[in-house]
């Protein structure tokens, strides 16, 4: 069993800077890809980062040169910092990875997803 959780979320005004952290454990072979998405009320989740096993990161454009994705993959943790806050930066940020487990083995990889933070970014 696999899981994800994510803390860091909570209230900040516009400007301000937040940092996410997600952390998996569980019966876990490898982790090949971690990322951030998130979901505001009334619209589809979408992507806001996600990193490579090699470090390399692709970014929404919406949060290029504010948000820095990246990873511990000693503790199989991906970090998520959030500068420059904007109001429409509120939603619930979830975190993904896309894994093998210890069952499995290498040759298959599944998709999880944590519970969710939520972000608010007040004016």
């Known amino acids: 069993q696999v899981q994800l959780v994510e803390s860091g979320g909570g209230l900040v005004q516009a400007g301000g800077s937040l940092r996410l952290s997600c952390a998996a454990s569980g019966s876990i072979f490898s982790i090949n890809v971690m990322g951030w998405y998130r979901q505001a009320p009334g619209k589809q989740r979408e992507l806001v980062a996600r990193i490579n096993t090699d470090g390399s990161a692709i970014y929404a454009d919406s949060v290029k040169g504010r948000f820095t994705i990246s990873r511990d993959s000693a503790k199989n943790t991906v970090y998520l910092q959030l500068n420059s806050l904007k109001p429409e930066d509120t939603s619930v940020y979830y975190c993904?990875?896309?894994?093998?487990?210890?069952?499995?083995?290498?040759?298959?990889?599944?998709?999880?997803w944590g519970q969710g933070t939520q972000v608010t970014v007040s004016s």
């Open positions: 993904h990875a896309e894994l093998s487990t210890i069952l499995s083995g290498p040759q298959y990889q599944f998709a999880y």
